[in-house]
């Protein structure tokens, strides 16, 4: 097989273009190695380079193991309120410490610092609805059989008070216990240093910001006792 080959050059009175018809076989041809110009070239520094560092360290590729960014993107796959089981196993298979027969209904929101599988404990058979928030910088204890609302948020993590300047300044962290069988209802905010006893019940749309005694009922901002249970 033959390639025809088209040449284009000046004449040689430096005057108008002219071609040249030649051939070669079409090994020739293919043995002819492409031109790359520098432009062509991948470069650590273009942005395709960029986005893919920005890629890998997001999902912890290269760690040795999954980052909670890569877990999150799974956990999205499933549908709310669906593969609650499915769901509790990926993150406990990740690390996180979470007793048998939990469920959790939505992929949680672990925001902070430090790794929650450090900082973060749930207990047995507690069901836990979405979307649930979590700060997970200070420690997180959640007992068994509690059930939690949707849209609850656990704060861990205060600051001190600056000038007028930045009133935010050095971080506090505290820890947030949950008794085991307490129930939190939805939208409730539980504030750094927040402790619920077993059995308690928090209102809906309350924010917790101290202790509430066993088998108590409380609600309000701030969340107030309204009845012992029995």
Do not use: Y
């Not at 360290?57 to 799974?74: H, L, N, Q, T, Y």
């Not at 308690?200 to 309350?206: L, N, P, T």
Request: charge should be positive; hydrophobic fraction near 40%.
């Amino acid at each position: 097989m033959v390639v025809e080959v088209i040449e284009f050059g000046r004449g040689g009175d430096g005057g108008k273009w002219i071609g040249a018809i030649g051939s070669m076989k079409s090994d020739e041809a293919l043995a002819q190695p492409p031109v790359q110009s520098d432009m062509d070239k991948p470069s650590a520094d273009s942005g395709a380079g960029k986005l893919a560092r920005v890629i890998a360290d997001e999902f912890g590729i290269g760690r040795g193991a999954a980052s909670w960014p890569f877990v999150r993107f799974v956990l999205g796959l499933l549908p709310q309120g669906r593969f609650m089981r499915t769901r509790t196993m990926i993150v406990r298979a990740w690390g996180m410490k979470i007793g048998k027969g939990t469920t959790i209904a939505g992929t949680p929101v672990l925001a902070g610092e430090v790794d929650p599988r450090k900082t973060v404990t749930i207990g047995e058979r507690c069901c836990i609805n979405s979307p649930f928030h979590m700060d997970v910088n200070g420690p997180i204890t959640i007992g068994d059989r509690v059930s939690i609302g949707h849209h609850v948020v656990i704060v861990t993590t205060d600051h001190e008070i600056g000038d007028s300047l930045a009133r935010a300044c050095g971080q506090i962290r505290k820890p947030v216990t949950i008794g085991a069988g307490a129930w939190i209802g939805a939208r409730v905010t539980i504030l750094p240093g927040a402790t619920i006893g077993e059995g308690a019940i928090v209102s809906a749309g309350s924010v917790v910001s101290g202790n509430v005694p066993a088998n108590a009922v409380v609600g309000g901002v701030p969340a107030r006792f309204v009845r012992n249970l029995e």
